[in-house]
């Protein structure tokens, strides 16, 4: 980058304890785990933690109360993205007999995290206004 552009980070607003997503997504790496080989474990947490990780930017929305369009364009990108692993999965299942219990409940969770957001996307977002949360 050759131009230097105004910071927009506010420390005062990022106040999300990530402790908490990479703690629990650990326990759950070694509780939740095919075989207990270090790949293996590392691979269990790697997924517990991508279906929390959007946490702290939704918990940053909820708390300014708003968003540029650019960012939440982004962010249904992100969950649409997961939910079509869930068709992908649901393919999978009917044509191969494929099930891994491990990605599809962590899938199903980020999808979950991501319903609200998907809810006020629709409503506002796609008809023409801005992200807010409050009116």
């Known amino acids: 980058m050759q131009f230097k552009y105004k910071a927009t980070y506010d420390s005062s607003l990022d106040t999300f304890r990530n402790e908490f997503l990479l703690a629990g997504a650990a326990i759950f790496g070694i509780m939740f785990s095919y075989n207990y080989t270090p790949i293996e474990v ?53 044509m191969e007999d494929h099930v891994d219990w491990i990605a599809w409940i962590a899938g199903l969770i980020q999808t979950a995290l991501y319903s609200d957001f998907f809810y006020i996307y629709y409503t506002k977002v796609l008809k023409g206004k801005k992200f807010e949360l409050s009116e």
Request: with cysteine.
């Open 42 to 94: 590392l691979w269990s947490f790697s997924i517990w933690l991508e279906s929390v990780a959007i946490m702290p930017q939704l918990y940053m929305l909820q708390k300014t109360g708003e968003a540029e369009t650019i960012t939440t364009h982004y962010i249904f990108a992100l969950g649409a993205y997961r939910a079509l692993y869930l068709a992908n999965w649901l393919y999978r299942y009917c």
